[in-house]
């Protein structure tokens, strides 16, 4: 795993190291690992692995086992298409109202995140990609001018990144991803409130459809007709 240092506090960074383990797959859904262990490989003390490994308990990446350690959790796919037809029921309104106030000071701003993603794509800097794929989407829902929902959003966001769900170098490229966003930046410079709409619906339930299929493999299972029409009752 990734050494910690920098700015943020001691929990957070190992909190970030274990999700990113997750995610690449070096630490193994159903392996057994100890706070000790991880402590030692990280050079910190066993105190922020433990509240970062609490923090990961919550968010139902990891599991404890009372006196041996922990244990790392599958995916669940229902928890994907229930986050992500949370989503359009949120996202795709929001778009749509942005899209009628069209503010040019929206539109430059948004040019400028997709041309970030096109950048840290082309340099297949994951990080930085999903930095401003997040700001690009925050920024279309800002113009929406609901801050409740901005945050809604966001915080749902951030529980598919902590289940370490992505698609990239999956079932998709960075610039497979940047790509899905051009329709919708396209159509809103145009003022059409129906095609942004369209265009965000396609994005979301794309995305949707893909980590539910990802995440119903990991598990060994097949993608449940239930989950799977929860995302396409709002993305059809």
Not at 7 to 20: A, H, M
Not at 87 to 94: C, Q, S
Not at 125 to 139: G, S, T, V, W
Request: net charge negative.
């Amino acid at each position: 795993m990734q050494a910690v240092d920098g700015t943020s506090t001691l929990t957070d960074q190992v909190f970030e190291s274990v999700r990113r383990a997750i995610h690449s797959g070096e630490l193994r859904p159903g392996q057994l690992y100890s706070v000790y262990q991880l402590a030692a490989e990280l050079k910190v003390s066993r105190t922020p692995v433990r509240e970062a490994m609490l923090r990961l308990a919550e968010a139902g990446l990891v599991r404890f086992e009372r006196s041996r350690g922990f244990r790392v959790l599958r995916s669940d796919p229902k928890e994907i298409a229930e986050v992500f037809h949370l989503r359009l029921l949120l996202e795709v309104p929001a778009a749509r109202l942005a899209a009628h106030r069209r503010d040019p000071a929206l539109l430059q701003a948004m040019r400028a995140e997709l041309e970030e993603m096109r950048e840290a794509a082309a340099a297949h800097d994951e990080p930085r990609f999903m930095r401003h794929d997040a700001a690009f989407h925050r920024l279309l829902l800002q113009g929406g001018r609901n801050g409740k929902l901005v945050g809604i959003v966001d915080n749902l966001r951030d529980a598919t990144i902590t289940l370490g769900a992505s698609t990239v170098d999956r079932s998709r490229s960075l610039p497979d991803i940047a790509r899905e966003h051009e329709p919708i930046l396209a159509a809103l410079e145009a003022g059409d409130a129906e095609a942004v709409a369209a265009a965000m619906r396609s994005h979301i339930g794309h995305t949707g459809e893909l980590l539910l299929a990802q995440a119903a493999a990991a598990n060994g299972v097949p993608v449940d007709p239930d989950d799977l029409a929860l995302i396409r009752a709002t993305s059809a």
